[in-house]
């Protein structure tokens, strides 16, 4: 069973999930633009940015995550994000494991694990630089569907510019993060039973046959397989939207 709710961080959302402990039971993670704190079991790792489907490998039963608004996340765990692209690291690599266990125990102690995460990336956000708002309007204009040259012209960064701080703060440059939140448009609607076409010119594909490319490259999947899964996963369970990130 998966469930989502909004944070207490502006602009991140709390999620958390309870699946059968076997590798069977996992399904593929697609790029979002995202990163995530996860505890899970009662370890503490984080979800980098990705740039194609993530396969889970690792088996949890309990897992609740923060996931932050992309941009947001480098200010917090104080690493640039392209440190971080298609990993999944434990948070004692970035905040020492002495640290990283002390939280950990505290979360899993509560009588509710996932109001203590979220309760911790509020604590501990008020303590660490804010994220910033240039990229933040950087990653809403693409979120838009505004062209990339148009949205540096908007922010007033060159192209390199623009380039060079969207590796620290996405992962990747702002091109890729286009393409995964352009996707991530389009399974929407796909997954609201709008038509394939239709989809893909309102989510500013150029075509259906484009979706089915963008869709086989990020999501390493096709459109049919796709719309398939999500209705199966609807018949199950509440849906498990394509971004989340866990690890099983």
């Not at 690792?58 to 932050?68: D, H, I, P, Q």
């Not at 203590?116 to 990653?139: I, K, Q, S, T, W």
């Amino acid at each position: 069973m998966y469930e989502e709710r909004p944070a207490l961080l502006d602009g991140a959302v709390l999620w958390t999930r309870t699946a059968a402990p076997s590798p069977e039971s996992a399904r593929p993670v697609l790029p979002d633009g995202c990163m995530d704190l996860i505890w899970a079991d009662g370890h503490l790792l984080v979800a980098g940015p990705d740039t194609r489907a993530y396969v889970p490998g690792e088996t949890a039963v309990r897992y609740a995550g923060v996931r932050f608004a992309p941009g947001d996340a480098p200010a917090f765990f104080g690493v640039p994000a392209r440190e971080l692209r298609d990993r999944r690291v434990a948070l004692g690599a970035l905040w020492g494991e002495a640290e990283a266990r002390r939280l950990a125990e505290r979360i899993t102690e509560a009588p509710d694990p996932a109001t203590a995460l979220d309760e911790l990336v509020r604590r501990r956000a008020a303590e660490a630089p804010a994220p910033d708002p240039l990229l933040r309007a950087v990653a809403e204009r693409l979120a838009a569907g505004r062209p990339v040259a148009e949205t540096a012209d908007a922010v007033g960064l060159g192209a390199r510019q623009l380039h060079r701080r969207s590796l620290d703060a996405f992962g990747y440059g702002p091109k890729t993060l286009a393409r995964v939140l352009r996707l991530q448009r389009a399974l929407a609607l796909v997954r609201a039973g709008v038509p394939y076409a239709e989809a893909a010119l309102r989510a500013g594909c150029a075509d259906q046959a484009h979706l089915a490319r963008e869709t086989r490259a990020l999501a390493g999947t096709t459109l049919g397989a796709y719309a398939l899964s999500a209705a199966a996963s609807a018949n199950r369970e509440t849906p498990q939207p394509s971004g989340s990130r866990t690890t099983a």
